[in-house]
């Protein structure tokens, strides 16, 4: 797994500034003022940094940019950045400048003079999520990055706020490389053992087999991989850090691999397929977050983890099956499966844990990514306080999310002529009449919530705080939901 390079906080001293290796990070504000920082390396840069300062080019730059002066004299660096930033930026702007310092600085160590910003743990925080790059099956490129070295007045205080942010940034990797793996490696039973691994932090960890799911009539689920070798799986994690209250349900969806079955894609962009179990990634993510900074709040994570093949035991087009629920699906399209498998899971999270609401995540739609491309995640829900309180996370966390529409006026597209429902309702409002699906399978009295994150859970491009590739979106926003609404 991939190891974040968190911070190592220390004493500001001018004097380690002229002997630092690697990067030498300083701050100058809007108007090209400097700290002390600043004014030791401009002395020892002989004048250059506030000439610089001075100039045209440092009034275009915006908050947030970062100049490079290289092999600069005076110094053991092998270069100098001067980073644009106001004295007392937000948290979201010093968190975004962290992350620039980071594409600027390759993997050379990092030395981070801020002397007494108050913004010195998201400025780390920012560095730290984007030093991220899965090369675990690249045989001549294992170089890691180099150390973070933070120098700072308060010690003390900067450790304790970036206490929690550390918790963050570790569930966010673990959702990385969960989604950035291949499908050979993370089988369905690969899956299941990292996730057991998390019982060292103080999760309780339940795997439900097939045989188990049998037993409770899951047959929506169990016929999404009855075409592969890899057995289906349910696993529950159970973080028991609040009171005698009801817990909160996270459900994701885990298809580790979808060739879409029977209905199989087109070859041509099959390959990322790899990433259709970015709902359960991202539910492990924040229960790992949550027992590393040992949340006060029940919180309780359930993911479904099948692969969807194709074979002669393979579900068919026009199959029926029965749900936990009791409701027979017919299955039009065997790669609509991810409902199909969320449809049991939540009937299963609903009936065993009695759940104070749900929030479920799920790489489900292709129709999302045509409404609202890779910027944001589409957010359905039964309650108005529930998707509030998460869009507002969201947004305190830049994670892009826009809720969608729901009404019942949309069921008659997936209804079906020889069962209760079919899985699928045409082109026409895809991501709508999915979330409906999935609603029939919540209670009346549940709030809940539906993000389709098919557009943002892996991207082609690289995003603030993320290379191309998986983002680790929704770590954020569910950790800050769980702490300002959950957490007693």
Known sequence: ????????????????????????VICADAAGSFGPSAKRVNRLMKGALRKFADSEFFEKMEEGDVQRFPSPLGLSANAVLL??????????????????????SGKSDINLFVTANARAAHLSFGITMRRYNFNEYKTNNQTEFGELNVYITNVSKTLDEYSDLSAVVDGVFFTRDLVNEPANVLTTTEFANRLQGLEELGLKINVLEESDMEALGMFSLLG??????????????EWSGGGNERPFALVGKGVVFDTGGISLKPAGGMEDMTMDMGGAGVVAGVMKTLA??????NIIGLVGLVENMPDAKAQRPGDVV????????????TDAEGRLVLADVLWYAQKTYKPSGIINLATLTGAVIV????????????????????????????EGAWRMPLNKNYDKLIQSRIADIKNVGGRTAGSITAAQFLQRFIEDDMP????????????????????????????????RLISDIYEL
């Open 83 to 104: 980073l644009k930033m106001k004295k007392r930026p937000s948290i979201e702007v010093a968190q975004k400048c962290g992350a620039n310092i980071a594409k600027e």
């Open 292 to 297: 590393l900074r040992k949340a006060k709040a």
């Open 371 to 398: 409404a609202l491309g890779h910027e944001n995640a589409g957010a359905f829900s039964n309650n108005d306080k529930l998707v509030n309180d998460f869009l507002k996370s969201a947004n305190l966390e830049a």
């Open 1 to 24: 797994m991939t190891r974040p390079i968190h911070p190592s906080f220390k004493e500001h001293s001018l004097q380690s500034i002229a002997d630092a290796k690697g990067l030498v």
């Open 448 to 479: 809940w919530v539906h993000l389709d994150i098919a557009g943002v859970a892996s991207v082609k491009s690289e995003t603030d705080f993320a290379p191309k590739g998986a983002t680790g979106w929704g770590v954020r926003s569910l950790n």
């Open 224 to 237: 999404v991989g009855m075409g592969s070798e890899s057995p289906s799986k349910i696993v529950t994690m």
């Open 322 to 333: 029965k749900s936990m629920k009791g409701e027979t699906i017919e299955v039009i399209n």
